[in-house]
């Protein structure tokens, strides 16, 4: 079945739906009720039916997201703040501020250590800060893990996606190569960090309207998608019409 035909099977399938949603709503007060919810459930955003804290894992990194405890949000984004401060606004660099930070650990450690002897009191041990090898293993293969996935999904796109696919993905990597150009990755990496922090407790807020926006300009999209495939797209010749066209020549 090509794009168009199951295109315009969705929109007879919309359009039936939204002639029972007007048919019940002439009924009664209790089955207005009834599609009022079906006309909800329609217009979220990828029929999502799920709270935003459950997609976003329900944990503690949830929480965070979701202002669900403002002091330990705040104190999670006013880090990452001074971090990018330091680095894009201060000019310092990643060798320079671990040893800034090593010398005060050393002298902090090197006055508790002495300080005893100072004020004749009895010697006691600095803290000493180890930190555990399981949490470098962990974070290697986590980041092993997503960017073979990643790999694997640009390879299956480019090799048996279809043609609506690639170029959203060809899109995407243009759109983040433009936004490459305009800052360096530890802004981007940042500016992702305040979207992640600022765009779900929003969407939490105000979903319907979001849901009613994204929903309307994906139809746009879909739409004039539709003119450029039956233009343009179609009209491409795929590789088992090369395929026939070379039988033929023999």
């Not at 902090?108 to 300080?115: D, G, K, Y």
């Not at 893990?145 to 170029?167: H, M, P, W």
């Not at 305040?194 to 105000?206: C, M, R, S």
Request: glycine content about 8%; aromatic content about 10%; overall charge positive.
């Amino acid at each position: 079945m090509s794009e168009g035909m199951a295109e315009s099977l969705m929109h007879n399938i919309m359009d039936t739906i939204s002639d029972n949603v007007s048919k019940h709503k002439k009924v009664s007060f209790f089955e207005e009720d009834d599609s009022s919810s079906v006309s909800c459930k329609l217009n979220k955003l990828f029929g999502r039916e799920k709270p935003v804290h459950h997609i976003l894992g329900g944990g503690k990194s949830a929480d965070v997201l979701l202002w669900r405890n403002k002091k330990i949000s705040a104190s999670v984004l006013g880090g990452a703040t001074v971090v990018w401060v330091l680095f894009e606004w201060l000019n310092y660099n990643f060798l320079s501020l671990a040893c800034f930070a090593l010398i005060i650990a050393l002298l902090l450690q090197f006055l508790w250590t002495n300080a005893s002897s100072m004020l004749n009191r009895s010697s006691s041990s600095p803290p000493r800060v180890i930190l555990p090898e399981e949490a470098f293993v962990n974070i290697g293969k986590l980041v092993g893990f997503e960017v073979n996935r990643s790999l694997i999904y640009l390879q299956d796109i480019a090799c048996g996606g279809t043609i609506k696919q690639f170029l959203m993905v060809v899109g995407s990597l243009l759109a983040a190569a433009i936004i490459g150009s305009w800052c360096n990755f530890l802004t981007v990496i940042y500016i992702g960090f305040i979207a992640a922090h600022t765009l779900p407790v929003l969407y939490e807020k105000y979903d319907d309207q979001i849901d009613n926006f994204i929903l309307g300009a994906l139809g746009q999209v879909q739409h004039n998608y539709s003119k450029l495939d039956t233009g343009v797209l179609k009209r491409i010749p795929r590789a088992g019409s090369f395929k026939t066209w070379g039988r033929k020549a023999d």
